[in-house]
């Protein structure tokens, strides 16, 4: 069983920061890869930035160059450094990982709120 737990989350100004951290815990095999979603009200859940175990990352346009997302291995932990932010930011964030055996298992956290506002 593979727990994902978040925390990071709250409350900032525009222009501010905050940093996401999601800690894996369970049995976690085989290649995997970690990211965040986010979703605001209303919306889809979208894509914000996913990492794999070999570094690879990637993101979506609208969080390129403020946001970074990066990932201690020996810890099994993601992290999303969020700078810059905007109002248009504000979500609840979520985590997931996806491990790759044969097949390929997603495991989502509880989420996260950000709110930016002033």
């Known amino acids: 069983q593979v727990q994902l737990v978040e925390s990071g989350g709250g409350l900032v100004q525009p222009g501010g920061s905050l940093r996401l951290s999601c800690a894996a815990s369970?049995?976690?095999?085989?290649?995997?890869?970690m990211g965040w979603y986010r979703q605001a009200p209303g919306k889809q859940r979208d894509l914000v930035a996913t990492i794999t175990n070999g570094g690879t990352s990637r993101y979506a346009d609208s969080v390129k160059g403020r946001f970074t997302i990066s990932r201690d291995n020996a810890k099994n932990t993601v992290y999303l450094q969020m700078n810059s932010l905007k109002p248009e930011d504000t979500a609840v964030y979520y985590c997931k990982l996806s491990v790759t055996v044969i097949l390929t298992t997603d495991y989502w956290g509880q989420g996260t709120q950000v709110t930016v506002s002033s």
């Open positions: 369970g049995s976690i095999s085989g290649f995997y890869a």
